[in-house]
C-alpha cells in the first residue's frame, strides 16, 4: 500500500519557532516516490550532507523540493532553496546563495565573509540544485558553510556528488512502472481534460512510460504531446523522441523546456574526453562491463590507460547507470541517453568503426563462453551471456548488414548453441539461424555449423521436417568441403532425430557412427557427451538397460572430472530411467532430483519437463498416485513452451502413459483430473520446489511441500549406478573464432 506523503517527524530537540524559508509552492500534485522519500528523510537524520543524483530529466530537483517541503518543521531557521544553474561564474557562488537566503550586506566585507557568519549558530536546511558546472567551488564552499555552521545540514541534487568529507550519496532511478503511469496520467489529464486510464488505453501508456524509461521530464513531454497527438501516435513517434518531446513549459528552467536541451546540458557539463566516451559508449545494447568499454571505445582520443577515470566521470555525472548483477558490476546507458550519444558518434564520422569493434567483441567473447561451457565454469558462462544478449543481438544484426560479412552472423549464431538448446532460448535461436542461413554465402565452416545447429534446435523443437533439410545440407556440403566436424555434427543430430522419431535402432547407427567420427577428430565436449547419452537413451528403448546405464555412468564421470552439469542431467535422466525399469524407485528419484536441480538452474525447460514427467511415474510406483497427476499436471502447462509434448514419441511417451494408467486406477476419473488439473496451475518453479520438495514416504526434503500438503514417511537411496570401467577420454579441442579483418 502506498504510503501518504506527510512531513516527516521533527527531531526531540527542535525548536518550536515559526518556519521561514523560501520553498516554491507546488503547481501541480508531486506524484509516487514515497520509499524514495522515506529513505532520504531518514538519511538526513543521520547525515549532514546528502547529494541527491541521477540522470537528467529523472526528477532530481522536483523531489528534493519535495523533502524539503516534507521535513520543514525539523528546522526552526527554515529552508532555504538555492538554484545554481544558471550561475556560471564562480565568484558569484556566495551572492547566489545569500539572495535565495534573503541576505542583505551593505558592508564591504566579502560575501563568504558575510554568508558564514549569517549560518553559524542557526539550525536550517540548505537546499542547493543545479551544480554540475561549478562542482569545486561549490564543494569548497559547502565544506565551509558545515565547518562553521553545526545545525546546518545540506541537501544537494546534481549529476554527480559534491566530493566532500561526510557526504552520502543518494542515486535517484527513474520511476517504477507504476508510479510512471500514475504521473503520465496526472499530466495528461491536465493538458487533456477528460483523459482517463482505462482498458483501452492502459497497455499503451504502460509501454509508453516504458520505452521512456520512467524518467519524469520525458513522461511530462510527452503528455504535454497529447493537445494534438493520441497516446497511440506519441507511442508511435518515439523513434524520434528529441524532436518529439519538446514544449516544455515556458516557466521551467531553460535546461528543463526540451528532452534534448535536458540531456545537452550534461553534455556541456563534460570534457572532451568524457563527451568522446559517452558517444563510443551509444554501441553498447543494454549492460555491459569495463573490460568491453576498454577494448572498444579506446582509441584516438582515449587511451585504453584512461578510459576507467573517464567512465568513473560519467559515473559521477550520472550520465552511466551502475548495476550490479549476477556476473558482477555492470554499466548501462538509459536508451534516452543512448540515443543522444549515437547522435554525437554518427557526427564523429567513426560510428562504423566502433559498431565493428563492438562486433568483433562479442564474437570472441561467444566463443570463449562456448569453451568455458565445457568446464567448472559451465553457469557462469550462461549467466555472461544471459546478460550479454542484446549485445550478442547487435553483433548478428551488424554482421548482416554486409554481405561480406554474413558469415561472422553465422559464426555468431551457430557458437551460441548450448544458450539456444541448454539454457531454455530455443525459439530465439531458431529465429536466429533461420535468418542468417537466409543470406547466401560459401559453405563455409560457419555456414555448416549454423546448419547443423538449426537441425539441433529443430530437432529439439518436434520440427523433423526442418531437422531433416538442414542436417542433410550440412553433411553434404561438409562432405563436399571436406569439413569433417560438420559432418560428424550432421550425422550426429540425424542420429538424435531418429530417437524422437521411434527408430532407436537407426539411432544407436548413426549416434555410434558420430561418436566413432568425433574421436577421429579428437572432439570432446557436451555435444559429444549428449551424443552418448542419447545413444544410452536409444539402448534403453530396445531394453539394453544394463547397456544403457553403462554408457551414461561413464558420461557421468566424464561430467564430473570437467566440472560439465548439463550433460551431467540427461545422463542422469537415462540412469533414472534404466533404474525405474529395474526396480529402483528410490535410486530413480535421488538421480532425477539431481536432473531436476540442474535443469532448472539453467532455464532448461526440455530436462526440466522430462524430469517432471519421470519423477511422477516415480511417485505412483512409490505409492503416491495424487501427487503423481499433480505433476502430470505441472508437466502439461510445461509442454507447450517447449514444444511437441514428449516429442510425439511412443518410447519418451511410454512412461506418461504408464503413470497415468496407475493414477486413473488407483484414483478414479474424477479425482485424476481434480489433481492434474491442480497441478496445471503451478508455475515452473513451484512445480520444481514441488517435486524436490516432497518425499514420497517421508518430511520434506529441505523445506516441506510447496502447497501445505502433509509431509510423506520414508527417506531416499543415495547410492549410484554401478561402476564401470571408462576409456580414456579424448582430447578437448578448442575452436577459436574466425579470422577478423
Same mark, same amino acid.
Given at each position: 500500500m502506498r504510503r501518504s506523503q506527510r512531513p516527516l517527524p521533527a527531531p526531540e530537540d527542535a525548536e518550536p519557532r515559526s518556519v521561514r524559508g523560501n520553498l516554491p509552492a507546488?503547481?501541480?500534485?508531486?506524484?509516487?516516490?514515497?520509499?524514495?522519500?522515506?529513505?532520504?528523510?531518514?538519511?538526513?537524520?543521520?547525515?549532514?550532507?546528502?547529494?541527491?543524483a541521477g540522470v537528467a530529466g529523472v526528477g532530481k530537483t522536483r523531489f528534493v523540493s519535495r523533502i524539503a517541503a516534507l521535513m520543514?518543521?525539523?528546522?526552526?531557521?527554515?529552508?532555504?532553496?538555492?538554484?545554481?544553474?544558471?550561475?556560471?561564474?564562480?565568484?558569484?557562488?556566495?551572492?547566489?546563495?545569500?539572495? &535565495?537566503?534573503?541576505?542583505?550586506?551593505?558592508?564591504?566585507?566579502?560575501?563568504?565573509?558575510?554568508?558564514?557568519?549569517?549560518?553559524?549558530?542557526?539550525?536550517?536546511?540548505?537546499?542547493?540544485?543545479?551544480?554540475?558546472?561549478?562542482?569545486?567551488?561549490?564543494?569548497?564552499?559547502?565544506?565551509?558553510?558545515?565547518?562553521?555552521?553545526?545545525?546546518?545540514?545540506?541537501? &544537494?541534487?546534481?549529476?554527480?556528488?559534491?566530493?566532500?568529507?561526510?557526504?552520502?550519496?543518494?542515486?535517484?532511478?527513474?520511476?517504477?512502472?507504476?508510479?510512471?503511469?500514475?504521473?503520465f496520467a496526472r499530466r495528461a489529464a491536465s493538458v487533456r481534460p477528460g483523459f482517463a486510464l482505462g482498458?483501452?488505453?492502459?497497455?499503451?501508456?504502460?509501454?509508453?512510460?516504458?520505452?521512456?524509461?520512467?524518467?519524469?521530464?520525458?513522461?511530462?513531454?510527452?503528455?504535454?504531446?497529447?493537445?494534438?497527438?493520441?497516446?497511440?501516435?506519441?507511442?508511435?513517434?518515439?523513434?524520434?523522441?528529441?524532436?518529439?518531446?519538446?514544449?516544455?513549459?515556458?516557466?521551467?528552467?531553460?535546461?528543463?523546456?526540451?528532452?534534448?536541451?535536458?540531456?545537452?546540458?550534461?553534455?556541456?557539463?563534460?570534457?572532451?574526453?568524457?563527451?568522446?566516451?559517452?558517444?563510443?559508449?551509444?554501441?553498447?545494447?543494454?549492460?555491459?562491463?569495463?573490460?568491453?568499454?576498454?577494448?572498444?571505445?579506446?582509441?584516438?582520443?582515449?587511451?585504453?590507460?584512461?578510459?576507467?577515470?573517464?567512465?568513473?566521470?560519467?559515473?559521477?555525472?550520472?550520465?552511466?547507470?551502475?548495476?550490479?548483477?549476477?556476473?558482477?558490476?555492470?554499466?548501462?546507458?538509459?536508451?534516452?541517453?543512448?540515443?543522444?550519444?549515437?547522435?554525437?558518434?554518427?557526427?564523429?564520422?567513426?560510428?562504423?568503426?566502433?559498431?565493428?569493434?563492438?562486433?568483433?567483441?562479442?564474437?570472441?567473447?561467444?566463443?570463449?563462453?562456448?569453451?568455458?561451457?565445457?568446464?567448472p565454469r559451465q553457469a557462469e558462462a550462461a549467466a555472461r551471456i544471459d546478460s550479454e544478449l542484446p549485445n550478442l543481438r547487435r553483433a548478428m544484426e551488424c554482421s548482416m548488414e554486409s554481405p561480406d560479412e554474413v558469415h561472422l552472423a553465422q559464426y555468431l549464431?551457430?557458437?551460441?548453441?548450448?544458450?539456444?538448446?541448454?539454457?531454455?532460448?530455443?525459439?530465439?535461436?531458431?529465429?536466429?539461424?533461420?535468418?542468417?542461413?537466409?543470406?547466401?554465402?560459401?559453405?563455409?565452416?560457419?555456414?555448416l555449423k549454423a546448419l547443423w545447429v538449426l537441425g539441433y534446435v529443430a530437432v529439439l523443437q518436434g520440427d523433423a521436417v526442418g531437422a531433416v533439410s538442414a542436417l542433410q545440407e550440412c553433411r553434404e556440403e561438409g562432405e563436399r568441403a571436406g569439413d569433417a566436424s560438420a559432418v560428424a555434427y550432421a550425422v550426429h543430430r540425424t542420429g538424435c532425430l531418429s530417437i524422437v522419431t521411434d527408430d532407436p535402432v537407426r539411432a544407436e547407427e548413426l549416434l555410434r557412427e558420430a561418436l566413432g567420427r568425433y574421436r577421429e577428430i579428437g572432439e570432446l565436449n557436451s555435444n559429444v557427451l549428449m551424443a552418448q547419452v542419447e545413444l544410452g537413451m536409444a539402448v534403453a528403448f530396445r531394453g539394453d538397460l544394463d547397456g544403457a546405464a553403462e554408457i551414461c555412468t561413464e558420461v557421468r564421470e566424464i561430467c564430473e572430472d570437467h566440472g560439465e552439469r548439463w550433460a551431467m542431467a540427461y545422463a542422469l535422466y537415462v540412469l533414472a530411467y534404466a533404474a525405474l525399469q529395474s526396480g529402483r524407485s528410490e535410486r530413480a528419484r535421488q538421480m532425477l532430483g539431481e536432473a531436476l536441480s540442474i535443469a532448472h538452474a539453467f532455464h532448461d525447460l526440455l530436462g526440466t519437463v522430462l524430469s517432471l514427467e519421470l519423477l511422477a511415474l516415480v511417485t505412483v510406483v512409490e505409492g503416491d498416485a495424487a501427487e503423481a497427476a499433480l505433476l502430470q499436471g505441472a508437466a502439461d502447462r510445461i509442454w507447450p513452451s517447449v514444444g511437441l509434448p514428449l516429442f510425439g514419441s511412443v518410447h519418451y511417451g511410454r512412461p506418461r502413459a504408464e503413470c497415468e494408467e496407475r493414477a486413473r486406477a488407483e484414483l478414479g476419473d474424477a479425482c485424476y483430473e481434480a489433481e492434474r488439473l491442480t497441478g496445471s496451475r503451478l508455475d515452473t518453479r513451484a512445480?520444481?520446489?514441488?517435486?524436490?520438495?516432497?518425499?514420497?514416504?517421508?518430511?520434506?526434503?529441505?523445506?516441506?511441500?510447496?502447497?501445505?500438503?502433509p509431509a510423506r514417511e520414508g527417506a531416499r537411496d543415495g547410492g549410484a549406478a554401478g561402476e564401470t570401467r571408462r576409456p580414456a577420454a579424448s582430447r578437448t579441442t578448442g575452436r577459436g573464432g574466425p579470422e577478423l579483418g
Open positions: 507546488e503547481l501541480n500534485t508531486f506524484v509516487g516516490r514515497d520509499e524514495e522519500l522515506a529513505e532520504v528523510g531518514a538519511l538526513l537524520g543521520q547525515y549532514r550532507l546528502v547529494t541527491v520543514e518543521k525539523r528546522y526552526c531557521d527554515g529552508v532555504w532553496i538555492a538554484e545554481l544553474s544558471a550561475v556560471h561564474d564562480a565568484g558569484l557562488l556566495e551572492h547566489t546563495l545569500a539572495g &535565495a537566503m534573503g541576505l542583505t550586506d551593505h558592508t564591504s566585507r566579502p560575501p563568504r565573509t558575510m554568508l558564514l557568519e549569517h549560518c553559524a549558530g542557526r539550525r536550517f536546511l540548505l537546499v542547493i540544485d543545479g551544480f554540475e558546472h561549478l562542482t569545486d567551488d561549490c564543494a569548497t564552499l559547502v565544506r565551509e558553510l558545515l565547518r562553521v555552521a553545526p545545525g546546518l545540514q545540506v541537501l &544537494a541534487a546534481g549529476r554527480r556528488p559534491l566530493r566532500v568529507d561526510g557526504e552520502l550519496t543518494y542515486p535517484l532511478a527513474p520511476m517504477t512502472d507504476g508510479d510512471a503511469v500514475e504521473l482498458d483501452g488505453n492502459r497497455e499503451t501508456v504502460r509501454e509508453l512510460c516504458r520505452r521512456l524509461d520512467g524518467i519524469p521530464l520525458a513522461l511530462e513531454l510527452a503528455a504535454g504531446r497529447l493537445r494534438a497527438l493520441t497516446v497511440e501516435q506519441v507511442l508511435q513517434r518515439l523513434d524520434d523522441r528529441f524532436r518529439l518531446l519538446t514544449g516544455g513549459s515556458p516557466s521551467a528552467l531553460p535546461r528543463h523546456q526540451t528532452l534534448r536541451t535536458a540531456i545537452g546540458w550534461s553534455h556541456e557539463l563534460c570534457a572532451p574526453e568524457q563527451r568522446l566516451l559517452w558517444a563510443r559508449l551509444s554501441v553498447f545494447a543494454g549492460q555491459f562491463d569495463l573490460e568491453a568499454v576498454e577494448y572498444i571505445c579506446s582509441g584516438p582520443g582515449l587511451p585504453a590507460d584512461s578510459v576507467l577515470d573517464v567512465l568513473d566521470e560519467l559515473l559521477a555525472q550520472s550520465v552511466v547507470l551502475r548495476e550490479d548483477s549476477a556476473v558482477g558490476c555492470r554499466y548501462r546507458l538509459l536508451d534516452t541517453v543512448r540515443e543522444y550519444g549515437a547522435d554525437w558518434l554518427r557526427a564523429t564520422g567513426d560510428a562504423e568503426r566502433l559498431r565493428r569493434r563492438h562486433r568483433d567483441w562479442y564474437l570472441g567473447l561467444a566463443t570463449w563462453c562456448e569453451l568455458d561451457w565445457f568446464s549464431a551457430g557458437t551460441l548453441w548450448f544458450y539456444w538448446a541448454g539454457c531454455g532460448r530455443l525459439s530465439e535461436g531458431r529465429h536466429w539461424l533461420d535468418h542468417v542461413l537466409e543470406e547466401d554465402s560459401p559453405y563455409d565452416h560457419s555456414r512445480a520444481v520446489t514441488r517435486a524436490l520438495g516432497v518425499r514420497t514416504h517421508g518430511g520434506p526434503a529441505g523445506g516441506g511441500p510447496a502447497d501445505g500438503r
